[in-house]
């Protein structure tokens, strides 16, 4: 399945290892873009979670895209939809590489996300995690339209539940 979202500032396309391990080893290899992402990784996890991104696609009929810059040309990161298996729920997840915070992208690449798992995969809820201790993220969340549910404890670890219903959705 091959489904690319196009957004005012970006290009969400499926993964495609052939082209974006290495820039993906740099971007994961960062230790600031990585800080609440539980650290830099290898450039040989980097390989691998690029080969995971592209098949889950296969595997579930959803999952991450390669966020694309229209304005560079240059893959910025990741954003999409997965299965958060511990909780038993679709989450939006996203990840921008360093340079290009602070522009309204992660919030715009989420919002696309968002609609498009309601859209088309029916969804009656969308759930987000973040680190209590991550400012940044959660603004990105309530910025694309989802609210704070609940503490929840994820891998061991503490995170704020953030959630978005199809109704609510259909509302904004």
Not at 6 to 22: G, K, Q, W, Y
Not at 141 to 164: E, H, L, S, Y
């Amino acid at each position: 399945m091959s489904v690319i979202l196009e957004t005012r500032n970006m290009i969400l396309r499926p993964f495609d290892p052939s082209v974006d391990v290495a820039v993906f080893q740099r971007i994961y290899g960062d230790p600031v873009t990585m800080e609440h992402m539980n650290g830099a990784k290898s450039a040989e996890a980097a390989r691998l979670s690029v080969e995971r991104k592209a098949a889950k696609w296969a595997s579930q009929g959803y999952g991450l895209w390669c966020v694309i810059d229209r304005a560079s040309g240059a893959a910025i990161g990741h954003c999409g939809l997965d299965l958060l298996e511990p909780l038993g729920e679709v989450e939006v997840a996203y990840l921008i590489d360093r340079p290009f915070w602070g522009r309204g992208l992660a919030t715009e690449a989420v919002r696309a996300s968002i609609e498009w798992g309601f859209a088309q995969l029916g969804l009656d809820h969308i759930i987000a995690i973040s680190e209590p201790e991550n400012p940044a993220s959660m603004a990105v969340m309530a910025k694309a339209g989802m609210r704070r549910a609940n503490q929840v404890t994820v891998w061991g670890r503490p995170f704020i539940r953030w959630v978005i219903t199809s109704k609510e959705e259909a509302q904004s």
